[in-house]
């Protein structure tokens, strides 16, 4: 595979120099989406990845514990908080809603979340929505 970090530091070099990336690949949660009557009988399996560039000065990970970095369980909060029991048409608008909390705290500098769904068609293995999205420096 290649590097994340690098493709970000494609839209903004220093995310390659002064952050470090966590990932979290295919996270899958049962959520109530779509927009077809066979969607809305029950919960589908929805795969999320989501990459972030933590700016190292604000999670260093300078001693070894995780009160000096991003803990990997805020990503699955925001998603388990947006996913919630409510049912979502599109894929698009939870895949935005999504970036858009994992973005909300300070130290992420930029983000990636994709989401996907393996589950629709029977000749395709899922799919997906992906965003990208950096903030100012």
């Known amino acids: 595979m290649n590097s994340m970090l690098l493709a970000f530091a494609a839209l903004e070099p220093r995310l390659a120099t002064d952050c470090r990336l966590l990932s979290l690949r295919r996270h ?12 809305r009988s029950g919960p589908q399996r929805l795969w999320f990845d989501v ?3 933590v700016r190292l000065e604000r999670a260093a990970a ?7 970095t991003l803990n990997y369980d805020f990503i ?6 947006i996913v919630g029991s ?5 894929q698009e608008t939870l ?3 999504v970036l858009v909390a994992v ?3 300070p130290e992420v500098q930029a983000a990636r979340v994709a989401t ?8 395709s293995a899922s799919v997906g929505v992906e965003r990208v999205a950096v903030k100012p420096w």
């Open 28 to 39: 899958e949660r049962a959520v109530r989406i779509g927009v077809h009557d066979f969607e």
């Open 51 to 53: 990459d972030l560039c």
């Open 62 to 68: 300078a001693r070894d514990d995780i009160a000096d």
């Open 76 to 81: 699955r909060e925001r998603i388990a908080a």
């Open 86 to 90: 409510a049912h979502h048409e599109l």
């Open 95 to 97: 895949c935005d809603a």
């Open 103 to 105: 973005l909300a705290r």
């Open 116 to 123: 996907r769904k393996p589950d629709v068609y029977p000749d």
